[in-house]
């Protein structure tokens, strides 16, 4: 298994570099990889379709936002073998982010926090970059486009942000994430009260079927959702997914609980945390919503998946998908094979 020895041999050296460093490392590197024919040595994943949303997913494994912001690496990534690559989240004008160092590890509990802040290049530059992927032009596969508002776009203001991008990335998605659920940006997630979400998914319910009209394609939407949020919450929110006829739902985003790291180092740095202490509080939210949902509209499990089982854990709590990315950085593209694998069987 040439990508598992391969990632055990430079994993020590990402590890000993800033996260962020490792991150915009990794990327180009990978990117070079594949260039060269290097990732076509890593085993791939055998296809094991499953339609969800109306799309065909290659296998139910697929890669969570956040990783590739402004789709600069899709067809590097795509050479891995995920069942669908989600990239962004995208925000209508380039924004820096949050202040540097904004990402941390804790390699003691697999977690990772981050306060990145939607740091990205503005739609238009991602566009550019989906379009110029040989996985967009040959629609080699399934492809996710997450969609955010700016971080000095006022949060009465904020559905303009998700129009306008909606309207952008709809040609070109073969679905759409709504992200109201980064605790990254100010007020974001007030976006999920009740009020707020009943007037956000409405414009944007309206905005997908203009949209559909004009380009003669239907391109489903889903709401990806946090993992702070108490049993009421899930029960209004899964009541408004229902009401606006909304194509699916993501759980969970990263958590602002830290409870699982309390006392280790950089546990109190601001942000979300992701990765294994999230894999228990994303499952609680994904049996409540199928509680709520049933068969109704599909939900797309996400939160410390770090082996096959996890992500046989999060199918068995209701969740028709999975995505990965925590788990990615710490165990390396062995996880994806050893996922996809364990589903099939």
């Given at each position: 298994m040439p990508d598992k020895l391969l990632y055990a041999l430079v994993r020590p050296l990402l590890f000993s570099l800033d996260p962020e460093t490792a991150h915009n490392l990794t990327l180009p590197w990978l990117k070079r990889a594949a260039a060269i024919g290097i990732t076509g040595l890593f085993a791939k994943p055998q296809s094991v379709p499953k339609s969800v949303?109306?799309?065909?997913?290659?296998?139910?494994?697929?890669?969570?936002?956040?990783?590739?912001?402004?789709?600069?690496?899709?067809?590097?990534?795509?050479?891995?073998?995920?069942?669908?690559?989600?990239?962004?989240?995208?925000?209508?004008?380039?924004?820096?982010?949050?202040?540097?160092?904004?990402?941390?590890?804790?390699?003691?509990?697999?977690?990772?926090?981050?306060?990145?802040?939607?740091?990205?290049?503005g739609v238009d530059a991602f566009l550019a970059n989906v379009q110029a992927s040989k996985f967009y032009q040959n629609k080699e596969g399934v492809l996710g486009l997450n969609i955010g508002k700016n971080a000095d776009t006022p949060i009465e203001r904020a559905a303009e942000d998700y129009l306008y991008c909606l309207q952008k990335v709809y040609p070109y998605a073969s679905y759409v994430t709504v992200n109201i659920s980064s605790p990254n940006t100010k007020n974001l997630r007030q976006l999920q009260d009740a009020s707020e979400l009943d007037a956000l998914l409405s414009q944007l319910k309206q905005a997908q079927q203009r949209l559909a009209d004009q380009h003669q394609r239907y391109v489903p939407i889903a709401l990806k959702i946090a993992p702070d949020i108490n049993s009421e919450q899930i029960k209004s929110i899964a009541a408004a997914l229902l009401r606006h006829r909304i194509d699916g739902v993501i759980a969970t985003n990263t958590t602002i609980t830290r409870d699982a790291v309390k006392g280790m180092q950089h546990s109190e740095e601001a942000g979300g945390l992701s990765g294994a202490p999230v894999f228990e509080l994303s499952n609680q939210v994904i049996r409540a919503l199928k509680a709520e949902l049933g068969e109704a509209l599909p939900i797309i499990g996400v939160g410390g998946i770090f082996s096959g089982q996890d992500?046989?854990?999060?199918?068995?709590?209701?969740?028709?998908?999975?995505?990965?990315?925590?788990?990615?950085?710490?165990?390396?593209?062995?996880?994806?094979?050893?996922c996809i694998t364990t589903l099939r069987k």
């Open positions: 949303m109306g799309i065909t997913f290659p296998n139910p494994v697929g890669l969570a936002a956040g990783l590739d912001k402004d789709g600069a690496y899709i067809d590097a990534l795509a050479a891995l073998g995920f069942g669908s690559i989600e990239i962004g989240t995208v925000t209508p004008r380039a924004q820096p982010g949050n202040p540097k160092p904004r990402m941390f590890r804790l390699p003691a509990a697999r977690a990772i926090i981050n306060r990145m802040g939607f740091n990205n290049g992500a046989q854990a999060k199918m068995e709590a209701g969740a028709a998908l999975v995505q990965i990315y925590s788990g990615l950085i710490y165990r390396g593209p062995a996880l994806l094979r050893e």
